[in-house]
C-alpha cells in the first residue's frame, strides 16, 4: 500500500515571480547551472541553493523547484520539484525498493530527496505533490504504464542522502507527456544523477509499448533493455535467474537465422514469411537472424512518417506556368535547397526560416528569382532522398522548412532520381511503408514469435524459445553504477586546502549489520587526527539513523595519544580511515538480545526481513520482490508462481510448499 505523502504548494503565479529559467536539455551538463565536485550530499545542497524554495510547505517536509525551458517558440516550460524526505518522520522508514534489488542491508538514511516531474502542473497547484512511493512493489515505467503513487508524474526518481537511488516511475508521448519524450526525460535523469555524483541508481524495468513488453523486444534486438543505452545492467536474479542464464537466453533468441525461421512461420501463417521478406528487401545488407531483423525494424521506425503520406516529386514545378527556367536550372536550385538544409547545425527535423535557407542557398545560386521560384514552389516535394516540409511558424507567423529523409522508404525509381514520365510531371508518389504499418508488423512478429509462438516454434530446435523467453521477462531488475572504477582509496589534496579521506566505521557494541559503506570526509589540510574523528562523527551521526548516537573513540592504527598531531602527517595519501567506537541507546525499545529487530529497525530490509526464511523451488534464497507466501508447516518462503498458483489467483487459506506438499502426500493412509 502506497504512503500518503502529498505536499501543499502556493499559488503558481506566487511562485513563478522572480524565478530562474534553465534550459531543459543541458540541466545538468558539467558545469551548468554549478560546478559540482563533492559527494551528493554537499551537490545537492548546491544545486537546492539555486532553485526556488516553494511556498506552502507545512512542517520539516521541504520542496524546491526549478523551471526548465523546452522551446522558447512557442514557449514551453515544465516544473521539476525536488522535495527533501525527512526519514524519521515517514510512515515508512524502511525503502522496499532497496529490499527488492539486494540493498536490505543498508542503513537507513536520514533524508531521501525526490525528484519529480508532473504530467500537469496545474493538478499540482489544486491537488499538491504526491511523492509517495508505493509500498508494494515499484517500477521505473515507461510508455504507458504507472505506480500507485506516480501515476500523475513524467518522472519520480529517490536519491537516499548516501547516494543511492531508485528511478521510480517514467512516462513519455503515450503516458500523458504533452511536450516531452520518454528520452528526453531519461536523458535529464541521467544527467542529474551524473552531476549530483550518485552512487548507483535501481530501477525495476516494466517498460511496455503497447502491448509489447520492451526488456524482450529491446533485449532480442539490442541484447540489453530499453534502458541500458543509458548504463543500466542486470541488477539482480529473479526466480533463480542468474546472469549467465539471462545473457544466453538473449543470445539464443537473437541468434535465430531466419532462413530457418521462416519456412516454420510459413505453417502457420502466410502474413508472417511476407513481414520477413518486405524487411529483407528495404534493408540494404543482408538481415541473418532474428535479432538482426527486429533491430533494423525499431530503427527504421525512426525515420518513418507517422500516417500514410503522398509526395509530389520536385520536377513537377517546372510546369507551373510562372517558370521561365530550364530543367537543369531548377534542379540545381533545389539541390541547393536540399544541401543548405542538411548543412544547418540545428539538430536533424528542427524548421530553419525561410531567410535562413536562401542566405545559405545564395552561396550556389546567383540567380534570386530562381531561388524565390523554387523555394515558393516546394513544399511536401521529393527531391533525392528527402521530402521538403514547408510551414508557417503560428507564433512568428514566418514560412519555415525542414526536411525528412525517406530515402529507405521510397519507390526505387524516384529515390533512384529516375526521370519523370511524359504527361505525369505532378506524379504522386506514395510511400511504401509508414510507421503505423511498421509497427503492425513488429507487433505481429513479436506475438507469434515471441509472446504466443505457434506449435511448430515449442518443438524440435524450437522448442527452447518459451524457455527463453521466460527467463527474460523474470529479470526485472537494472542498475547503474555511476561511481563504477573508483574505489574506497580515493582521497588526496584537494588545492592544498583541504584533504578528501574515504572513511568507515567499526561500531563494536553493535549488530554485525550494522556496516556504513565508504564515505568521503573533507578536512582541513592541517586537522589534527582528534579533528578528523570527530568529523567523520559528525558525517556519519547526520547521515544514518542508526548512528545518531555514535561515539568515536579513536582512529584504527593511531594510538590515542596522536589526535593531536597532523593527519595528513600520519594518513597516507591513498590510504582509508576507520573510526571505531559505540553506538549509545536508541530512542526506539527493543527486547533484550533481539539483535534481529534492531538490524531491521536500522536496515532498508522491513521488519520481518530479517526473520524471513526464502527456500524457493527455483533457487531463490532471498526477496527478489516478487509475490511470496509462507509455508504454514515449515514457514519457508516461496514463489506462489513457483508453487504452481498463478499470479492472477489469490494465495490459499492453507499454504503449503513444494517440499512439505510432496512430505505430506508420502505420508501412509490412516485407516479409522
Known sequence: MAAKMVISLGGSRRRKRGEVLFRFDSFCQPGYPAQLAGAFRDNVRTLLGLAHLEAGVQGETRCWSFQLELHRHPPTVVRL???????????????????????????????????????????????????GIGHGGGAA??????????????????????????????????????????????????RICSALHVRTVSLVDTARKGHMVLRLLHGVAYGDTWFGRWGFRYGRPSYGVALQSYQQSLHALQSIPLCVLEPHLSCFSQELPMVVTKYQAISGHKLLNLGDLLRFMLELRTRLPATSVTA???????????????????????????D?????????????????????????????????????????????????????????????????????????AVGAGAGVPPGHGKMRVRFHLTRAQLMRD?????????????????????????????????????????????????????????????????????????????????????????????????????????????????????????????????????????VEGVVGEQQEPFEEGDERKKAAAVCEGSGDVGERVVDCVCGADDDDGERMACCDICEAWQHTRCAGVADTEDVPHVFLCSRCDNDVASFPALNC
Not at 515505467?141 to 516511475?169: C, D, F, I, P, Q
Open 442 to 578: 513488429l507487433v505481429h512478429l513479436y506475438r507469434h514469435v515471441l509472446k504466443e509462438p505457434s506449435q511448430a516454434l515449442t518443438t524440435g530446435a524450437f522448442g527452447a524459445i518459451p524457455v527463453a523467453v521466460r527467463m527474460i521477462l523474470d529479470i526485472k531488475h537494472f542498475v547503474k553504477d555511476y561511481h563504477e572504477g573508483m574505489t574506497a582509496t580515493n582521497s588526496g589534496v584537494v588545492g592544498h586546502v583541504y584533504i578528501s579521506l574515504c572513511c568507515t566505521l567499526i561500531v563494536r557494541n553493535g549488530s554485525p549489520e550494522l556496516v556504513p559503506p565508504y564515505e568521503t570526509v573533507t578536512v582541513p589540510a592541517h586537522a589534527t587526527v582528534g579533528e578528523l574523528k570527530w568529523e567523520v562523527q559528525r558525517l556519519f551521526r547526520d547521515m544514518y539513523l542508526g548512528l545518531r548516537t555514535f561515539t568515536a573513540e579513536c582512529v584504527v592504527g593511531i594510538g590515542a595519544g596522536l589526535e593531536a598531531s597532523p593527519a595528513l602527517g600520519l594518513i597516507g595519501v591513498g590510504s582509508t580511515v576507520v
Open 81 to 131: 520539484f525536488v522535495v527533501e524526505e525527512e526519514v524519521a518522520a515517514s510512515p515508512h522508514r524502511q525503502c522496499h525498493l532497496c529490499r527488492v534489488i539486494g540493498w536490505g542491508r543498508h542503513l537507513i538514511c536520514s533524508k531521501r530527496f525526490h525528484f519529480v516531474l508532473p504530467k500537469r502542473e496545474s493538478s499540482v497547484e489544486t491537488d499538491g505533490l504526491c511523492y
Open 340 to 412: 543548405a538544409l542538411r548543412r544547418s547545425e540545428a539538430p536533424a527535423a528542427r524548421w530553419v526560416t525561410r531567410q535562413e535557407v536562401r542566405d545559405a542557398a545564395r552561396t550556389y545560386i546567383g540567380d534570386t528569382g530562381l531561388l524565390d521560384f523554387v523555394l515558393k514552389s516546394l513544399g511536401n516535394h521529393i527531391v533525392g532522398n528527402y521530402v521538403v516540409r514547408r510551414a508557417m511558424n503560428p507564433v512568428t507567423k514566418v514560412l519555415e522548412y525542414c526536411l525528412e529523409d525517406v530515402s529507405s522508404v521510397l519507390p526505387a
Open 312 to 338: 509530389m516529386d520536385y520536377r513537377g514545378i517546372m510546369s507551373d506556368a510562372s517558370c521561365r527556367w530550364s530543367a537543369k536550372r531548377v534542379d540545381m536550385a533545389a539541390r541547393a535547397v536540399v
Open 141 to 190: 515505467e515507461k510508455a504507458s504504464k504507472g505506480t500507485a503513487t506516480s501515476r500523475g508524474h513524467l518522472l519520480h526518481g529517490v536519491v537516499h542522502l548516501n547516494g543511492y537511488g531508485h528511478l521510480v516511475a517514467l512516462h513519455g508521448f503515450e503516458g500523458g507527456s504533452d511536450f516531452v519524450s520518454g528520452h528526453q526525460i531519461m536523458d535529464l535523469w541521467d
